[in-house]
């Protein structure tokens, strides 16, 4: 049985930081491509960034040179490192396999950018 449970976010100012922490349970992290999602109020869900099992990456151009994907196999751990932050950041962000998979959403965890 495969569980995703996110956690880290929370309310910051713009141009703060904060790191997303993604723990896989299930055979699924080792061998598969990991993304981060994140849905705003009123919008589709999108990827954000998304890394191989062998470490190769891909960003949104909406937050490349500001966020960091990275991932500790060994410790079935997915992580997101977000610097300058702005306020259209604000989102749930979810972890995922890439491409996603229905039944494998957790609940997010929510990143608030804001004065």
């Known amino acids: 049985q495969v569980q995703l449970v996110e956690s880290g976010g929370g309310l910051v100012q713009p141009g703060g930081s904060l790191r997303l922490s993604c723990k896989a349970s299930?055979?699924?992290?080792?061998?598969?491509?990991m993304g981060w999602y994140r849905q705003a109020p009123g919008k589709q869900r999108e990827l954000v960034a998304r890394?191989?099992?062998?470490?190769?990456?891909y960003y949104a151009d909406s937050v490349k040179g500001r966020f960091t994907i990275s991932r500790d196999n060994a410790k079935n751990t997915l992580y997101l490192q977000m610097n300058s932050l702005k306020p259209e950041d604000t989102a749930i962000y979810y972890c995922?396999?890439?491409?996603?998979?229905?039944?494998?959403w957790g609940r997010g965890t929510q990143v608030t950018v804001s004065s």
């Open positions: 890394i191989t099992s062998g470490g190769s990456t």
């Open positions: 299930g055979n699924i992290f080792s061998i598969n491509t």
């Open positions: 995922n396999t890439a491409p996603r998979a229905a039944g494998y």
